[in-house]
Nanobody, 121 residues
Framework: QVQLVESGGGLVQAGGSVRLSCAAS????????MGWFRQAPGKERESVAA???????YYADSVKGRFTISRDNAKNTVYLQMNSLKPEDTAVYYC???????????????WGQGTQVTVSS
């Protein structure tokens, strides 16, 4: 069992930066792929970034070069550094954990409660 708690969301102006954190409980954190997803009103949840236990990294095309995912296994925490934010990045951001390497929502077994990020123009 893994419990995830996100923090760090809020209101930011376009062009600004935000860092999201996701603290995980459980001794097997280091064996999971950690992913960040987002869901805007009226849209499906989409993968933003993922980082496997073996350092395989994925980014959605829409965030490449602007977002960076990282993890600190000693602290059981995964981060999402978001730079050059755009209004279209506005969404609820979720972190999730999967025993598999990938970005498919259905393969993620554990989810946080989500944190709102709002980017004003």
């Amino acid at each position: 069992q893994v419990q995830l708690v996100e923090s760090g969301g809020g209101l930011v102006q376009a062009g600004g930066s935000v860092r999201l954190s996701c603290a995980a409980s459980g001794r097997t954190f280091g064996t999971y792929t950690m992913g960040w997803f987002r869901q805007a009103p009226g849209k499906e949840r989409e993968s933003v970034a993922a980082l496997s236990w073996s350092a395989i990294t994925y980014y959605a095309d829409s965030v490449k070069g602007r977002f960076t995912i990282s993890r600190d296994n000693a602290k059981n925490t995964v981060y999402l550094q978001m730079n050059s934010l755009k209004p279209e990045d506005t969404a609820v951001y979720y972190c999730a954990a999967s025993p598999k390497i990938g970005t498919v929502v259905a393969t993620y077994d554990y989810w946080g409660q989500g944190t709102q990020v709002t980017v004003s123009s």
